[in-house]
């Protein structure tokens, strides 16, 4: 019995065996960096505790940071879940998940610049030519394309996880238009209203300059022959689901948020449309999916783009970040070769983890992986959002033949991996009023333009509120968490 | 400034504007008639049919209005166009794609607004909340008003909400003077009241919350005349049409720097209607009074119209 | 003996209801190759609209057209004057190494490289019972084999305009055996593809005056990348190599790549494209 049960808030916290809990070790008393906090936390009442829960909850609400629920009748507004109780990663930790993630982001760089060109990596046989062939998202119009600086993923989102043996792991790259920045900063804003008080105990690094680093390294992929970059962030308008973010990373950025009517091309440059005027745009960060960028060159039928957008691209009048044709790499099966990349091309081992992954389009990896399928996560290559997942020890039998059907199906689409535990972290549940563990991951943000990199420090922490769920997706019904990195 | 966005605080500031006036206009007519000198200003259905009027939808003599059916569409019916919740939820999306340029602060204060109407019982509404819901709506567009002027650098940003401000307040007044004008000479035919001195004048002047105003300058009961030069002439009221061209007039120079503007410019067409009116003579009004509303009326919207031209335009 | 030629492109689109904004790209422009050299041309629309010059995703010259006037119809014509040399289809030594010889095909550094034109898309690949309908000879050179199939192509399908258009699948297609150059190139390149050959899809002019099929549009042809020779132009429409009567204006995986118009218009209804082709030749 440990000081966990003379607190009312951790009445029905219960330490599952084989888990790893980040803030209380086996004997139920909390870990050094996280003794403070406990305390603090535990001079509350219930009736306290919800008092403030609610107010970070309002918070947010009229902050309009909200996403839409469409209903019968109506759409309603939606907070997206958010726990007060911080997790707190020691600078030694975050050393290594900063340098892993920035070697990441340069591998796939490096990897990106290849594929669009020589191929050296395939013609050495390192990766498989048909993981390239076979994706959609492998561009032809980029082969040969020079981007600006040679940077193609100017911001990568890593999603990380802690397994139970205690070390970190990755679980994918995320380089189309990963999201949640803008949430690291909310929570971080939601928790300083609430209980700010905390803060006077603990040394946090600040998460409030992302926007500048970002804006610093767009302006450092200007194109050719502009001194002061004019740059925007493009969003397909304010009924997207992460439109808060967009308008977030504008007004932080000081620049322009636009929509594709905005902005028109003429003689292969970008303007947008001005009370004074057209006025040139030289870097674009965009938010829309590379094949709605431009109707002339993608899909037609997009009205989210610009036509000839990606004509004034190719003739290096304006910046896209990130580039188009990045999601080849962030394809799962390419995934699984990230340890070859990053020895392929920095000469270095990997500094996080790859989880061992099956390939379906593999003979004998398809049959182990036909076999044990309640052992393992089934995934989509090229689907993100944790959508199309499959958690092998929580389906049915018939659930599994449906599985293995889908998969025989077209082996290409599927990767598995054993089931990893993530670590769990004590959060607030409304209905029994008490802390519980829940599994949680850690999306890093970072950030790659010409001679800089930067990791935001900090991160969004994502929930899986609901008992024994790995999958934290927002879309999936996941929470978040305000994320502290100690200073030194 | 992107000349979407620019169109989405303009209206943005009309609509923040426009659902004052409505709220306004209902929480004074309502409230003074309840103890109004004359049967006729007492009537339910004389004020019900000039909350009508003034939001362009008049009703036949004869028909008999439903008070809690009216209030219900002026204040908190979706599928009315004038109601007070479209108003507010049209300033809330403008404000939305606008959200990068306007600060956290005003944003935040409209989308409470939105929420504390959205949320705003029915029925309650209809039968015993028209005073609360109604002083909360001036008062949360005050509020806004208050963060738009503190909040937010006084640039083009500023100038474009200012000018759908002051173009919607200027209209606003002249609707309700349209309206007033109406009720007065209505109630003039049944009691006897000349139009001249008709209590209805002093509604009037409260609905454009300028009645101690008027009073302090005038030290007279209001008449028509003194009326209509308090809100359309006197610069110094800070609800008179002069004001609000006053205003649009130096919020368009910060638009457009030009010394000449061109000739078919806004700035041109705000500067010579501001010519206009501070010459003009009070007599002169009051001798068409209809055809003088007509008139600015039609100006206001060419001015808006231009504006959509000259900047709006994507 | 070169051969200077006159194109005359004409396009007319009508909209059932009238459109607010539009944008339109011709791929029509005769590029710049050994063969060719495009000596002048004019472009110019019936509502005076602008145009420039861009390029698309693979680089190929395009005109582009801005509208934001309302129209219901416009009509666009493009002329061009060019020199053309005098084409000889096997001007290149003869490898005749037998296919199944050809270790090249199978390389990665041969398959890396040509992996845009290997890449079988919707209308260059054959449909799974079909997969089988043509083979290779495994004795005789990569060349001779890409020569029978493009006379295979030639008789397996009927000349027919009409019958198809630009969404007809490849399986319709081989069951039909009828269509336009574009279904017999596109028949063309998923042979090739699926036997390892990088092949890509050509569009252009073609002269008729020796009573080549065609219909007075945009012509339709292959080149394929014949290991030790390079990309060959085969025209399975005509059953000839590409020569002195074949102008290129663009290549891509297929059709899709090439479409010589495209747009992107703001309005509801329907729309109707006619356009023509005409080209005229005469010694130098």
Not at chain 1, 414 to 427: D, E, K, M, N
Not at chain 2, 100 to 105: A, F, G, N, P, V
Request: proline residues 3%.
């Amino acid at each position: 019995m440990g000081a966990r049960h003379d607190n009312s808030l951790f009445k029905s916290y219960l330490k599952k065996e084989g888990l790893l809990d980040e803030v209380f070790d086996n004997t139920g008393e909390a870990k050094a960096i996280y003794q403070e906090l406990f305390r603090l936390y535990g001079a509350h009442s219930i009736s306290d505790y919800v008092h403030l829960n609610n107010k970070a909850k309002n918070s947010f609400f009229n902050q309009g940071i909200t996403f839409q629920v469409y209903g019968e009748n109506e759409a309603k507004e939606k907070i997206f879940p958010f726990d007060l109780f911080p997790r707190i990663i020691d600078s030694s930790e975050w050393e290594i998940i900063e340098s892993g993630s920035i070697q990441r982001s340069k591998a796939l760089n490096l990897f990106l610049w290849d594929i669009y060109h020589e191929k050296r990596i395939i013609k050495d046989n390192v990766v498989p030519l048909d993981l390239l062939s076979s994706s959609s998202n492998y561009l032809h119009q980029m082969m040969g394309v020079d981007p600006p600086n040679g940077i193609y993923n100017h911001i990568s989102g890593i999603d990380i996880v802690k397994h139970s043996d205690g070390n970190y792991y990755v679980l994918e790259d995320n380089i189309r238009c990963p999201s949640g920045v803008s949430y690291v900063v909310c929570n971080r804003t939601a928790l300083k209203r609430a209980l700010f008080g905390v803060f006077n105990h603990y040394q946090a690094h600040t998460v409030t300059d992302y926007a500048e680093n970002l804006l610093d390294i767009l302006e450092s992929v200007k194109p050719k022959g502009v001194d002061n970059p004019t740059c925007v962030v493009i969003t397909p308008g304010m009924f997207n689901s992460a439109y808060y973010e967009h308008s977030y990373l504008a007004k932080a950025m000081g620049v322009e948020l636009v929509e594709g009517q905005d902005l028109f091309v003429e003689n292969d440059f970008v303007y947008m449309k001005t009370i004074n005027g057209p006025e040139r745009v030289d870097v674009i960060y965009r938010r829309i999916d590379d094949l709605f960028i431009d109707p002339l060159e993608f899909k037609p039928d997009s009205a989210l783009g610009v036509p000839g957008l990606f004509a004034a691209y190719r003739k290096g009048n304006v910046c896209l970040a990130n580039a188009p044709g990045t999601g080849v790499a962030d394809d799962k099966a390419i995934y699984t070769y990230m340890p070859q990349i990053i020895k392929y091309y920095l000469n270095e081992e990997p500094i996080l983890n790859n989880v061992q992954t099956y390939h379906c389009s593999r003979p004998d990896e398809l049959n182990f992986v036909l076999e044990n399928i309640d052992k393992l996560v089934i995934k989509p290559v090229d689907e993100a959002g944790g959508y199309g997942i499959s958690i092998g020890n929580q389906l049915t039998k018939s659930e599994i033949k449906a599985v293995q059907n889908q998969i025989k199906e077209n082996p290409r689409k599927y990767v598995a991996q054993p089931i990893l535990s993530l670590s769990v972290h004590p959060t607030y549940i409304d209905k029994k009023e008490s802390f519980e563990q829940r599994h949680i991951d850690l999306r890093t943000f970072t950030l790659l333009g010409k001679d800089k990199e930067f990791v935001l420090k900090g991160g969004l922490t994502r929930v899986a509120l609901k008992e024994g769920n790995l999958v934290v997706n927002s879309s999936q019904g996941g929470g978040s968490k305000d994320t502290w990195v100690l200073k030194k | 400034m992107l000349s979407r966005v620019a169109n989405n605080l303009f209206w943005m500031g009309r609509y923040i504007e426009r659902s004052e006036h409505i709220a306004r206009y209902l929480n004074v007519n309502y409230f003074s008639s309840l103890d109004a000198p004359n049967e006729k200003s007492q009537s339910r259905q004389f004020v019900l049919k000039s909350m009508l009027f003034m939001l362009g939808e008049p009703s036949e003599d004869h028909t008999v209005l439903n008070e809690e059916k009216v209030l219900f569409n002026i204040g908190l019916n979706t599928d009315s166009y004038f109601s007070i919740i479209n108003n507010v939820k049209a300033a809330r999306e403008n404000a939305n794609s606008a959200r990068d340029l306007i600060s956290t602060e005003i944003y935040e204060a409209i989308n409470k607004f939105y929420h504390f109407i959205l949320n705003y019982d029915k029925e309650v509404f209809v039968k015993k909340g028209l005073y609360d819901f109604t002083v909360n709506v001036i008062e949360q567009c005050m509020i806004l008003r208050g963060k738009i002027r503190a909040t937010l650098l006084h640039d083009q940003v500023y100038a474009i909400i200012m000018m759908g401000i002051n173009i919607e307040r200027a209209t606003q007044i002249i609707r309700i003077i349209n309206a007033k004008y109406h009720d007065a000479t209505v109630a003039k035919g049944s009691y006897g009241d000349t139009v001249a001195n008709s209590f209805e004048w002093i509604t009037l002047l409260k609905c454009a919350e300028a009645y101690d105003m008027m009073r302090r300058f005038y030290k007279k009961t209001p008449t028509s005349i003194s009326t209509l030069e308090f809100l359309v002439l006197n610069g110094d009221c800070p609800r008179s049409v002069m004001n609000s061209l006053n205003q649009i007039c130096d919020h368009i120079n910060v638009l457009d720097r030009s010394k000449h503007p061109a000739k078919d410019s806004t700035a041109f067409l705000v500067g010579k209607l501001r010519a206009e009116f501070q010459f003009k003579k009070v007599e002169e009004i009051e001798e068409d009074i209809q055809r003088f509303i007509e008139q600015i009326l039609q100006k206001l919207f060419g001015i808006s119209q231009k504006m959509e031209e000259e900047f709006f335009k994507f | 003996m070169p051969l200077k030629y006159s194109l005359v492109y004409k396009a007319e689109n009508t909209y059932q209801a009238p459109i607010t904004r539009a944008f339109w790209q011709f791929l029509i422009l005769p590029e710049a190759n050994e063969t060719q050299e495009l000596i002048q041309w004019h472009f110019t629309n019936d509502l005076d609209e602008t145009s420039g010059l861009s390029i698309n995703g693979l680089g190929f010259s395009v005109i582009r057209v801005h509208s934001r006037k309302k129209i219901s119809k416009i009509s666009f014509t493009a002329k061009f004057m060019l020199v053309k040399k005098e084409v000889n289809p096997f001007n290149f030594i003869i490898d005749d190494t037998p296919y199944e010889k050809h270790e090249a095909l199978q390389s990665i550094d041969f398959r890396a490289e040509h992996e845009v034109y290997l890449r079988k898309t919707v209308f260059t690949s054959l449909p799974k019972q079909y997969i089988g309908i043509y083979s290779f000879d495994q004795s005789i050179s990569i060349f001779e084999n890409l020569k029978f199939l493009n006379s295979w192509v030639f008789e397996h399908l009927y000349f027919q305009s009409g019958v198809t258009d630009v969404y007809t699948d490849l399986e319709q297609i081989i069951e039909n055996r009828h269509g336009v150059c574009q279904d017999f190139t596109h028949l063309f390149c998923a042979i090739c593809r699926e036997h390892g050959i990088p092949v890509r899809y050509v569009s252009g002019y073609l002269h008729q005056g020796n009573g080549y099929f065609g219909d007075s549009q945009m012509h339709a042809w292959a080149e394929a990348h014949v290991p030790e020779i390079g990309w060959v132009g085969f025209d399975p429409t005509n059953n000839i190599l590409a020569s002195s009567n074949h102008i290129k204006v663009a290549h891509g995986k297929d059709y899709q790549d090439c479409a010589p118009i495209k747009g992107v218009v703001y309005g509801t209804g329907t729309n109707e494209t006619n356009y023509s082709v005409e080209v005229y030749a005469s010694q130098q």
